[in-house]
């Protein structure tokens, strides 16, 4: 069981992205909560948003907040990241976190002109 995450690549600021992750071989998916984490070069790994089993429960960071929005489909058990009005500073490796499976190789993001 793992989870793989898509999506990332290089965009302009004030661009968009959608990221996602899927965890298409874990059947107790739709029981846990799903955080993104991003990692920034020479930085320490920070929570981004995280979305309840049933999705009705959303919080994210500070920075994020009004430009990233997460959503899941449970039926594909599949999580995702929309990302708009991308910022230099949002730069980073994206992880998500299923509890009881391990971390995914992330997907990077990089935003420049």
């Known amino acids: 069981v793992r989870v793989e995450e898509s999506g990332g690549g290089l965009v302009q600021p004030g661009g968009s992205l959608r990221l996602s992750c899927a965890a298409t071989e874990f059947f107790s998916f739709t029981s846990y909560a799903v955080n993104w984490y991003r990692q920034a070069p020479g930085k320490g790994r920070e929570l981004v948003a995280s979305i309840s089993a049933t999705g009705y429960d959303i919080n994210y960071a500070d920075p994020v907040m009004g430009r990233f929005t997460i959503s899941r489909d449970n039926g594909r058990r599949t999580v995702y990241l929309q990302m708009n009005n991308l910022k230099p500073e949002d730069t980073a490796v994206y992880y998500c976190?299923?509890?009881?499976?391990?971390w995914g190789k992330g997907t990077l993001v990089t935003v420049s002109s």
């Open positions: 976190y299923v509890p009881t499976v391990p």
